[in-house]
């Protein structure tokens, strides 16, 4: 469950500039993909644990730097952030703010679900309930920005992102969506862009395929795309993309892959009367739909918004959220103007895509799983199925994304069992390692090391020959 904006050219295809660390959410752009050789085909928890350390109750992945590794937990009303040693593991600091918000959001969007960004020294969160904080290497507060409370009904999902001398957050919303720059420094606001797009949760991109090319910033949400100059200009729109997309989209070899689902036919009130309506009075009250967010959100936001749910008003959302259940590559291109546009080359409609995760692309396969363990492969120039089988032993529910390295795909189930593949169009099981511990955050890869943050623990896996 992430987006962004500025100045410095030479950040083409949002290249970080810190080697081979993993500074944002899913690495380098977003691709979720590492270089070098020497990860792991199997995880033997005796003898491949390089260290294991606690962590703080939080569904954040973690970020890499040299020396560092940044998570974020939320205990006890308090939203920390965590900085641990990358060699031994030994939490260094942490640090608290207390939480402003307590918005209804889907059980899944834990309070500190949102993955941090770091230049490498400092790093930037971003917590829903309160806003932007931003530390020094040492733990020292440099600056926080409050913001909210937010209007998304399912809790903001977008990760921060670094650009130029700002730190970019999108946020998707029922009402007042926006992009927006704070600068890097000191967290005053640069500039902020409001958007036509309802809700939303996936991080936008870079795009500069070359140094003389214009840069640009790309969304996907509630059922378009759009582009931004790096001064928060929008330039570019295009209808046609699912009505709600949770993962966040990549870009390879000039690509755009975007994945999303939506409803086929209006789904009936009468289900819900059925199962919620205790009085019988033909529509929902707040005590009879409790703390569901869909279900909040429309109480809330739709018709005469009294907190009652009607037949038309269920309609109304109803109508919103119908569209398809599709992933979509996209060729993107400059016109005449240097204006990025992008060109359909084809789309995956046969069958129910992921829902949380984000695809993947590698060595010329698209990947994605969903829940039950599905895992479904394509090709990424014709969109053809290669594969879609489950992956044996690792079967529940999904809400980490596939990452890639050294010819191998791992996948985390919300079980807490990690998966190994062979990369490849016929993809096949290598190993498959149960933790005993669930797992809701993608997994970070580095110089042939897995780094895995469970309900309670942050784990470093050794890889093979150093």
């Known amino acids: 469950m992430r ?28 691709a979720g993909v590492a270089s070098g050789t020497g990860y792991p085909a199997e995880i033997n928890k005796a003898s491949g ?25 939320y205990e006890g009303g308090k939203l920390y952030t965590q900085c641990f040693d990358r060699a031994t593991g030994r ?12 918005i209804i959001a889907n059980q899944l969007n834990h309070p500190a679900a949102i993955t941090p960004a770091t230049d490498g020294e400092s790093v930037f969160v971003f917590f829903k309930d309160f806003g932007f904080v931003s530390y020094d290497a040492k733990g ?35 009402e007042g969506s926006f992009i927006s720059a704070l600068d890097r420094k000191n967290g005053e606001l640069r500039w902020k862009a409001d958007r036509e797009e309802g809700e939303g949760w996936g991080t936008p991109l870079f795009y500069q395929p070359e140094a ?33 997309v949770v993962g966040s989209p990549l870009i390879a070899d ?9 409803s086929d036919a209006p789904a009936p009130f009468s289900q819900r009367l059925q199962k919620l309506d205790k009085n019988g009075d033909g529509k929902l009250s707040q005590d009879e739909y409790l703390d569901e967010p869909f279900l909040a959100g429309i109480a809330k936001y739709v018709g005469n918004r009294d907190m009652v749910i009607t037949e038309d008003e269920w309609n109304e959302k109803q109508k919103e959220v119908m569209g398809p259940n599709c992933l979509v590559a996209y060729q993107l291109e400059y016109d005449a103007q240097g204006v990025i546009q992008p060109r359909e080359l084809w789309r995956y409609e046969k069958s129910f895509t992921a829902v949380i ?10 990947y994605f799983v969903k829940n039950g363990g599905i895992l479904t492969s394509l090709d990424a120039k014709t969109g053809a199925v290669l594969k879609t089988g489950r992956v044996a032993g690792a079967l529940g529910g999904y809400s980490t994304s596939p990452v890639a390295a050294d010819g191998k795909i791992y996948l985390v189930s919300e079980e807490g069992n990690i998966a190994i593949l062979r990369a490849g169009g016929q993809w096949d099981v290598l190993s498959v390692t149960p933790l005993g511990e669930g797992s809701y955050a993608t997994p970070a890869l580095a110089e042939g090391d897995l780094y895995l943050r469970t309900d309670g623990a942050l784990y470093r896996f050794r890889g093979g020959a150093k």
């Open 212 to 244: 003389r090319r214009r840069p640009y910033i790309l969304t996907t949400s509630r059922g378009q795309f759009g582009a931004y100059t790096l001064a928060g200009k929008r330039v570019s729109s295009l209808r046609g993309l699912a009505t709600t």
């Open 91 to 102: 939490l260094l600091w942490e640090r608290s703010v207390d939480r402003r918000s307590h």
């Open 49 to 73: 644990t390089v260290w294991r350390t606690p962590v703080r109750p939080g569904k954040s992945s973690p970020v890499l730097t040299k020396r560092h590794v940044f998570l974020t937990g």
């Open 3 to 30: 987006s962004y904006i500025l100045m410095i050219p030479i950040l083409a295809a949002g290249v970080s500039g810190f080697g081979d660390d993993w500074t944002r959410f899913r690495g380098e752009n977003g």
């Open 140 to 174: 020292n507060e440099q600056w926080k920005t409050p913001m909210g409370p937010f209007n998304n009904t399912m809790g903001l999902g977008a990760s921060p992102v670094l650009a130029g001398t700002n730190v970019i957050l999108l946020a998707d919303q029922v």
């Open 357 to 366: 995760p984000s695809p993947l692309v590698y060595q010329g396969v698209v």
């Open 254 to 262: 000039g690509v755009l892959y975007v994945q999303g689902y939506g």
